[in-house]
Nanobody
Framework: QVQLVESGGGLAQTGDSLTLSCAAS????????MGWFRQATGKERDFVAG????????DYADSVKGRFTISRDNAKNTVYLQMNSLKPEDTAVYYC???????????????????WGQGTQVTVSS
């Protein structure tokens, strides 16, 4: 099991940038794909971005492609989500998630991830 703690959320205005961080502890971090998801009030949890275990392959939801960038630093056991050109529709609780040990491929489904952080709120005003 890996423990995940997100940080970096907060209030932003349209067009602003925020960077979320997810610090991992516990089992080996570098062998698992990581993902960012978000859940707006009253809606389902949706895939935002994912990164393979070695960092060379990423995937993005169409709604954030070109604006968000996921990255990871395995030496620091941390994954990041750089969010640029924020829009009000980006408002949600953002969750970091890890796939099981040795599952290094990026997946979009919530069920593919075994460990989750507590979430960090991002609110974008117009």
């Amino acid at each position: 099991q890996v423990q995940l703690v997100e940080s970096g959320g907060g209030l932003a205005q349209t067009g602003d940038s925020l960077t979320l961080s997810c610090a991992a502890s516990g089992r080996a971090f570098g062998s698992s794909a990581m993902g960012w998801f978000r859940q707006a009030t009253g809606k389902e949890r949706d895939f935002v971005a994912g990164i393979a275990w070695y960092g060379g392959l990423t995937d993005y939801a169409d709604s954030v492609k070109g604006r968000f960038t996921i990255s990871r630093d395995n030496a620091k056991n941390t994954v990041y989500l750089q969010m640029n050109s924020l829009k009000p529709e980006d408002t949600a609780v953002y969750y970091c998630a890890a796939r099981p040990l040795l599952y290094g491929a990026v997946k979009r489904a919530v069920a593919e991830y075994s460990d989750w952080g507590q979430g960090t709120q991002v609110t974008v005003s117009s």
